[in-house]
T-cell receptor, first 116, second 113 residues
Framework: AQTVTQSQPEMSVQEAETVTLSCTYD???????LFWYKQPPSRQMILVIR??????QNATENRFSVNFQKAAKSFSLKISDSQLGDAAMYFC?????????????FGQGTELSVKP | NAGVTQTPKFQVLKTGQSMTLQCAQD?????MYWYRQDPGMGLRLIYY???????DKGEVPNGYNVSRLNKREFSLRLESAAPSQTSVYFC????????????FGEGSRLTVL
């Protein structure tokens, strides 16, 4: 069975600094998608970034970028120039490309705090 | 406003009581999901429905039932609530089949005493 592990329950970063959140996953499949979701105190789940496993190039969305290491099954999220609004719970998620209906498997989450 | 709507937002139950969480989406999505969120455990899939008329178990289906009433609505029922079912419940629909991006509701906080 596929699993997703986030080994950092909490992280802290100074405003304007850079922080990296870690995620590892376990799968025997070669075609899949990986995601980072953000959950602010409002509880709303917001998609931050997506990575297709068949793409070697790391995804980037403004200040958010990933380091995707397929062989190591690692998918870390880097937040540059951290802002107070980045404070939230971050979830890493996996989806097999072969799953009908696209169900996601989530990691345990990392609580990010941003210090002014 | 387009999106996923969950009701109720908050509910307190006594052990053994039953209740139904309602979810509706107006984006014409085929697939819908129910997750529960617990501290330190992330989001775990309870049930999902890949299309109207079909439902399948996720990781933690025990104690729950679901109904895909039509394409818009996907309800989650607790027949006999237990304290272990105290959680925040999220309904979601599949925004893009090709990539698996989910569109989430705002969550429902359920407390079972």
């Amino acid at each position: 069975a596929q699993t997703v592990t986030q080994s950092q329950p909490e992280m802290s970063v100074q405003e304007a600094e850079t922080v990296t959140l870690s995620c590892t996953y376990d799968t025997s499949e070669s075609d899949y998608y990986l995601f980072w979701y953000k959950q602010p105190p409002s509880r709303q789940m917001i998609l931050v970034i997506r990575q297709e496993a068949y793409k070697q190039q790391n995804a980037t969305e403004n200040r958010f970028s990933v380091n995707f290491q397929k062989a190591a099954k690692s998918f870390s999220l880097k937040i540059s120039d951290s802002q107070l609004g980045d404070a939230a719970m971050y979830f890493c998620a996996y989806r097999s490309a072969s799953w009908l209906g696209g169900k996601l498997i989530f990691g345990q989450g990392t609580e990010l705090s941003v210090k002014p | 406003n387009a999106g996923v709507t969950q009701t109720p937002k908050f509910q307190v139950l006594k052990t053994g009581q039953s209740m139904t969480l309602q979810c509706a989406q107006d984006m014409n999505h085929n697939s819908m999901y129910w997750y529960r969120q617990d501290p330190g455990m992330g989001l775990r899939l309870i049930y999902y429905s890949a299309s109207e008329g079909t439902t399948d178990k996720g990781e933690v289906p025990n104690g729950y039932n679901v109904s895909r009433l039509n394409k818009r609505e996907f309800s989650l029922r607790l027949e006999s609530a237990a304290p272990s079912q105290t959680s925040v419940y999220f309904c979601a629909s599949l925004w893009r089949e090709a990539t698996g991006e989910l569109f989430f509701g705002e969550g429902s906080r359920l407390t079972v005493l």
